[in-house]
């Protein structure tokens, strides 16, 4: 990852250069490797890299296009760029780098905004037009990587980390959003385009904005909703080799680097496959990591051991006690920028702390549960289904009957019968206010949104870009 943060001011007042800098190195565990500004009248953007691809010089960033008029900081990967550069190639031959930052860049200067639409990646980046005196910014589809801003009347702010925009931006509110609290109490983390404070605003994932002399203008490029299937039936086995192949070549795609690779590994299916086929696409053992835990009956690591050995990994293994976990927690201050409500975050930042000492990038099977349905409450749906064959009036009076039974699940059961559809009953399931809710802010059940408009928010701010 690497850490991009900006400024722009459509009054012709002067960048603050020293703030720039400061801001920009508050971003340096994001980026260690390398840091770099640019400032113009208008404009000033900073970026700390970690480089994965082309670690020489020639990446640095903030770069310029060939004909000087676009500037542009990127975090992220392009995993098709070698695709996309061999499309821009039949224009020029004067590359300076092997990055995808320049891809990028060349990327916009021919297509425009379209050019997001033939990136395959996860990504956030800012793109300063110098002749328009215009900044464009775009987050990618699934919202992977972050990308924070503020907005006055004359100024606009950005970057990979909230707690930075103070740097830039002076007397910052922090007014709580009471609508970002309610979707954190429903969700467990507040979905973009909201932050925990008013003044900062999240760009959500598969958007692009553009802020110039006309104000900010926020659009989307891209909808899973619009995707359709083919139409076309096809036999099981058919489907299975084309999922292989489509799992194959993204795991293929994201060991593209110029630093070592590893990869996390529990010993479940997702990440035992992404192991296994990490394996086929390199000559070396593949370094795997995972965490254990000092009582047995949480302890799952002989697992990832059994797969270890199977595959021929070079694996390592870290156990933690309850003072290992409760010294990481003055840490999540530092390293997380919102709340959330995940206690997986524990081995998470624990185990990424052990690969960082053996690799720069690291794959994981985060998402094939989603994707697949894996986790046990997706059968609450099937559970669920015909009781939503059902008219209100009549779920009601069942919820009421349901009700009546002293175990707390049936009571959540009469809970979720009681809301709009079976996607929003799914929703207050998982959700934080079937507890807490009424304690917190008493009206939130009945003012919160809607379960559709849930269940696609839900969809577009998964972490680690998932969707269901």
């Known amino acids: 990852m690497c850490g991009i943060v900006g400024i722009t001011k459509t009054d012709n007042t002067p960048i603050d250069v020293d703030a720039l800098r400061r801001s920009t190195d508050m971003l340096a565990k994001r980026g260690p490797d390398d840091s770099g500004i640019w400032v113009e009248e208008g404009a000033g953007l900073g970026h700390r890299r970690l480089s994965v691809l082309d670690t020489t010089s020639a990446g640095h960033q903030p770069m310029l296009s060939e004909n000087k008029r676009f500037v542009i900081v990127f975090n992220g990967e392009v995993y098709n760029f070698r695709e996309l550069r061999k499309q821009l190639e ?144 096809k036999p099981e086995e058919e489907l299975i080799e084309e999922l292989d192949e489509l799992v194959s070549r993204c795991v293929q795609s994201r060991m593209i680097s110029d630093v070592p690779v590893g990869a ?133 009076h069942i919820a009421a009957l349901i009700n009546l039974a002293p175990h707390h699940n049936f009571k959540l059961l009469a809970g979720a019968l009681k809301r709009k559809d079976i996607i929003e009953a799914f929703s207050f399931s998982r959700s934080i206010l079937k507890d807490f809710g009424s304690i917190f802010m008493p009206d939130m059940v009945e003012k919160t949104m809607s379960g559709y408009e849930l269940f696609f928010l839900t969809a577009q701010s998964f972490p680690q870009g998932l969707h269901p």
Not at 183 to 211: C, D, N, Q, T
Not at 306 to 335: M, W
């Open 90 to 233: 039949l224009d020029t031959s004067s590359w300076r780098s092997d990055s995808d930052t320049e891809v990028v860049l060349r990327a916009y200067s021919k297509w425009g905004v379209d050019c997001l639409k033939r990136f395959h990646g996860m990504f956030a980046f800012a793109i300063w037009d110098r002749k328009e005196k215009a900044l464009f910014a775009a987050r990618d589809r699934m919202g992977v990587k972050p990308f924070y801003y503020t907005h006055a009347e004359k100024s606009f702010a950005f970057a990979s980390r909230p707690g930075v925009l103070p740097a830039l931006f002076q007397h910052l509110s922090r007014e709580i959003d009471e609508q970002a609290m309610r979707f954190y109490l429903e969700l467990g983390y507040i979905p973009a385009p909201y932050y925990i404070y008013k003044s900062i605003r999240k760009l959500p994932p598969a958007h692009y904005l553009v802020i110039d002399g006309n104000g900010l203008s926020i659009h989307r490029y891209w909808d899973f909703r619009h995707i359709k299937p083919d139409g076309a039936v």
């Open 264 to 396: 996390f590994l529990s010993g479940g299916i997702d990440s035992s496959l992404v192991v296994a086929l990490m394996n086929k696409y390199t000559s070396m053992p593949v370094k795997t990591f995972t965490i254990g835990f000092a009582e047995e009956k949480y302890d799952e690591s002989r697992y990832a051991q059994e797969v270890a050995d199977y595959l021929g990994t070079e694996h390592y293994c870290e156990r933690l006690n309850v003072d290992d976990l409760l010294q990481l927690i003055p840490v999540f201050f530092e390293e997380y920028d919102e709340p959330f409500f995940d206690s997986s975050a524990f081995p998470t930042m624990a185990v990424s702390r052990l690969a960082r000492q053996h690799v720069t990038v690291s794959l994981s099977g985060d998402g094939g549960d989603e994707l697949f349905g894996g986790y046990h409450y997706y059968k609450i749906v099937k559970w669920l289904k015909p009781f939503f064959q059902l008219n209100e009036s009549t779920r009601r």
